[in-house]
């Protein structure tokens, strides 16, 4: 079956840098996008970026310039390099998966799959 299992979170001060990375495994991982969401206590689940299967990538404006999204289609992994986080930036970050949308898609919904999560804390 289809798993997406996320590592690297944790604890960072603002200003630093963390990157997230999640192993997909069971699916034609170069046929799929890959995005990553983030959710905070108390609100909806939002997108953060994407690496579609055609190559291109897309971003939220909270975190265009900061973020950095990046597969692997030869180890089916996807990457999220953090830099210059913000309190802001606390939420659990998920690793999702797509087929359907080529070019991606920011809509929660429209992903296949998904991993467990993982938190990343910003605080000093």
């Known amino acids: 079956q289809v798993q997406l299992v996320e590592s690297g979170g944790g604890l960072v001060q603002p200003g630093q840098s963390l990157r997230v990375s999640c192993a997909a495994s069971g699916l034609r991982f170069g046929d799929y996008t890959m995005a990553w969401f983030r959710q905070a206590p108390g609100k909806e689940r939002e997108f953060v970026a994407l690496?579609?299967?055609?190559?291109?990538?897309d971003y939220a404006n909270s975190v265009k310039g900061r973020f950095t999204i990046s597969r692997d289609n030869a180890k089916n992994m996807v990457y999220l390099q953090m830099n210059s986080l913000k309190p802001e930036d606390t939420a659990v970050y998920y690793c999702?998966?797509?087929?359907?949308?080529?070019?991606?898609?920011?809509?929660?919904?429209?992903?296949?799959?998904w991993g467990q999560g993982t938190q990343i804390t910003i605080s000093s």
């Open positions: 690496k579609g299967s055609r190559g291109n990538t």
């Open positions: 999702a998966a797509d087929r359907t949308y080529p070019y991606g898609s920011r809509v929660p919904g429209d992903y296949d799959y």
